[in-house]
């Protein structure tokens, strides 16, 4: 490693050893702990960042970015990562790639294996993503699927933790689907000692799989999750208040309905008045102002989506040290 910070480097080696070829596919794959310290790395790839410090920790790495989906924050966050790394990123889109023309998912994962030193994978089923990395000899980043986002919710952690000086004891209410970015976050928040908070319509719960990882992380901490119909009741004294579209990539066809069905789950001027006077809003982006949030309070002083779209860059640089490194 070129790197003439001899402590830095020192320090880097020691972690990378208990990640190195790890593969981060949900937010469960990491405990609390582990959580806290490659955030605590981020923050530090972030200062150097603004400082100007190289830190080609991964010269001479490439990493393999597969998109099924439409992207804009994943691709350039992973891209710059990578190139602000030392390293080089390959953006493949699946429909341009043999995958599209049948190509088994193995077979590409032990493909690409021969070749690049990390896949990073954003795509519909999860599953997908857990035969790749089963069949992957190099660590394996799920860059979005249909049920997680560990990537985002690595970046709102950050975020929140710069903005609210801890993480722990906080309380953290979701407002909309129960769906991927929301079960990245009811695994994470539970873990790093929050309370949590989810309301969604009716028939758009997350997954139970999900609420008892998150209850039980909570009971280890001795924290509160809370799954209800009523956002109100899940904003009421939250330090942090997140929501995310109403109809996700894929499920454009469902729009029409979805709009009538989460009309009463809107982020608005209203709601966050239940928060706490200081809360922030955070949101993945992209965002429809009028729908899931409004305008009032996307571009208000609460919010820090733009902060939040920034760690995206940060965290998983730390992620991609740690795991490729
Ligand atoms: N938040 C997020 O993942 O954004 P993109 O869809 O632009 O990558
Ligand atoms: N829930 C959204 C997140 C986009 C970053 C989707 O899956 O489209």
């Avoid at 994943?74 to 599209?100: H, K, N, W």
């Avoid at 049948?102 to 032990?110: L, S």
Wanted: glycine share 8%; with cysteine; aromatic share 6%.
């Amino acid at each position: 490693m070129e790197l003439y910070d001899f402590a830095f480097a020192e320090k880097l080696e020691k972690m990378i050893a208990s990640y190195r070829g790890r593969d981060f596919l949900s937010m469960n794959d990491l405990t609390g702990e582990e959580i806290e310290e490659v955030l605590d790395l981020a923050s530090e790839l972030k200062i150097r960042q603004k400082k100007g410090i190289p830190t080609p920790i991964l010269k001479g790495k490439t990493l393999a970015m597969i998109f099924s989906k439409n992207s804009t924050r994943t691709r350039v966050s992973f891209e710059v990562g990578m190139v602000q790394l030392g390293g080089y990123p390959l953006f493949i889109t699946a429909g341009d790639s043999q995958l599209s023309r049948g190509e088994p998912i193995a077979d590409t994962a032990r493909v690409l294996s021969r070749m690049v030193d990390g896949i990073m994978i954003r795509t519909y089923s999860h599953s997908e993503v857990e035969e790749l990395a089963h069949y992957a000899d190099v660590p394996v980043i799920n860059g979005l699927t249909d049920y997680e986002h560990p990537c985002q919710i690595m970046a709102d952690l950050m975020t929140i933790k710069e903005h609210k000086g801890q993480l722990k004891g906080l309380k953290v209410a979701w407002v909309g689907d129960g769906n991927n970015v929301c079960h990245s976050l009811m695994i994470g928040a539970a873990k790093v000692g929050m309370e949590v908070a989810v309301a969604t319509p009716p028939g758009y719960e997350p997954d139970e799989k999900v609420s008892l990882i998150a209850q039980k992380e909570t009971s280890r901490w001795g924290t509160k999750l809370l799954l209800t119909h009523d956002p109100v009741a899940a904003v009421t004294g939250a330090d942090v208040v997140v929501t995310d579209v109403w109809a996700s990539m894929g499920q454009e066809a469902e729009s029409a309905e979805r709009v009538k069905v989460f009309q009463p789950y809107q982020v608005n001027g209203e709601l966050v008045s239940y928060a706490k006077e200081d809360f922030i809003f955070l949101h993945c982006l992209p965002a429809h102002r009028g729908e899931e949030v409004t305008s009032e309070v996307i571009d208000g002083e609460h919010s820090v989506v733009f902060d939040e779209a920034e760690n995206r860059l940060h965290a998983q640089k730390a992620i991609l040290t740690l795991l490729l490194g």
